[in-house]
């Protein structure tokens, strides 16, 4: 008799890097018409990653294809050397904190956790659920039915849960969505540790400045393509360079301002847009704040706002997009 907790899929050679503990090789998943992932590759390594990009990014996607609760259209998913959909018993070593809810709102934040650490082939999991409602700070919650807890009590019992068993694998789907800034400090210091432990913890988001907290390496997707990865300092100097457009209002003669922007290291382009204002492109925003007051002064002009027109996550994705496609090509 087979054993179930054994992969019966016919060998094939290895995939990855050495020591990733999961990888994806050529990866795409499609439903219907809709792609949500596009021939993406990437392996992940003991340490925190950071999965950034836009919503409809594809992140959701490629955290069901590592945790084998979908299966790719194309292209072969390893976690921990096998294929979590042929190899049941690597979920006892797998903790994922989803987007969705967990259900069982009726049952309390212990009684789920445990329930999940039973399942995962915890022998005492009353034991391990405390220590992981432990690790969250939801000791005083551990009673309470998770349907009344409050959005950011319930996203720290699906990260207790994730936890409860220990996993090697621990991947986050915007964990940090919902929390006040204390709670999300706690988050934020609880997987940098898990991290330093050597466990392989993915998390991901659309918020750099919250993914470079934590992340020692980020991977940037966008419609479903792997378009930048690397330290969150060079990813952060990459989107630095987008351009972004830039409106600004004045008092009185947009052009006299026009006039006195044209030709400066931080613009690259400036055109009046109405009356009252002028729409400029820089790729140096920091330069452009110390230019505008004295072109302002010259021009006999008052600035009455500046504001980015398109200072936004999607347009940013936008362009690594293109840009990546230009390197394709």
């Known amino acids: 008799m087979s054993d179930p907790g054994r992969s019966t899929e016919r060998p094939h050679a290895p995939i990855g890097a050495e020591g990733a503990t999961a990888t994806l090789e050529g990866v795409s998943r499609w439903f219907g018409t809709t792609v949500a992932v596009a021939d993406l590759s990437l392996d992940l390594f003991p340490g925190v990653t950071g999965l950034l990009g836009h ?40 903790g994922i904190a989803p987007e969705g809810a967990l259900g069982w709102s009726f049952l309390s934040v212990a009684e789920t956790v445990s329930a999940l650490a039973g ?32 959005h950011g009590m319930r996203q720290r019992v699906k990260i207790a849960q994730a936890l409860a068993h220990s996993p090697e694998l621990l991947l986050l789907d915007e964990p940090l969505n919902g929390l ?72 009185r003669s947009p052009r006299a301002l026009a006039a006195e922007l044209v030709g400066d290291e931080a613009v690259v382009s400036v055109e009046a847009a109405g009356p009252d204002q002028i729409v400029l492109e820089t790729v140096d925003s920091e330069a452009l704040a110390l ?32 840009r990546a496609r230009g390197a394709r090509g």
């Open 55 to 94: 919503n409809g990014a594809g992140k959701t996607t490629a955290l069901k294809l590592l945790s084998g609760y979908d299966s790719p259209s194309a292209g072969r998913v390893r976690v921990l050397g096998v294929d979590p959909r042929r190899a049941p018993a690597v979920y006892e070593r797998v």
């Open 180 to 251: 006040d800034p204390g709670q999300r400090e706690g988050v934020i210091e609880l997987v940098t540790e898990l991290g330093r432990q050597g466990r392989t913890v993915v998390i991901s988001s659309h918020v750099l400045p919250e993914v470079e907290r934590m992340a020692a390496r980020v991977l940037v997707l966008v419609n479903g393509r792997l378009v930048a990865e690397g330290a969150p300092a060079a990813i952060r100097r990459l989107m630095a360079d987008v351009p972004r457009s830039v409106r600004v209002v004045v008092d």
């Open 291 to 322: 230019a505008l007051p004295g072109a302002a002064a010259t021009a006999g002009v008052v600035l009455r706002r500046v504001e980015p027109v398109d200072d936004d996550l999607e347009s940013v994705y936008a362009y690594l997009h293109e």
């Open 119 to 150: 399942m995962r082939g915890v022998r005492a999991p009353r034991e391990a659920a405390e220590r992981a409602i432990e690790l969250v700070g939801l000791e005083d919650a551990a009673d309470r039915r998770v349907g009344d807890l409050s």
